[in-house]
């Protein structure tokens, strides 16, 4: 079964799971973001690649609020 929704809708799945899809036949660019995460002792210490694609930010990432963008979604 075919992941479906609404425009602006996200898609996630495990880096290594095999994706493919149909060319776009919508008249709007697709956007993909690959995210590779890690413990923070764990974050690269030689900077070879440029910050866009090796981030320099290495603080924890923290939870939010489950309803955080309720208040978002409310005003659009």
């Known amino acids: 079964m ?3 929704g609404t425009p602006g809708s996200v898609v996630m799945f495990y880096g290594k799971l095999a994706r493919a899809s149909p060319p776009n036949i919508s008249p ?3 956007v993909i973001v690959y995210l590779s995460l890690c413990t923070v002792s764990n974050h690269i210490t ?3 690649r440029a910050e866009w694609i090796a981030h320099r930010d290495f603080d924890p990432i ?3 609020l489950d309803d955080c963008l309720m208040p978002q979604a409310a005003a659009e």
Do not use: K, V
């Open 62 to 64: 923290r939870a939010l």
């Open 28 to 30: 709007w660019d697709r």
């Open 2 to 4: 075919a992941p479906t």
């Open 46 to 48: 030689r900077f070879e």
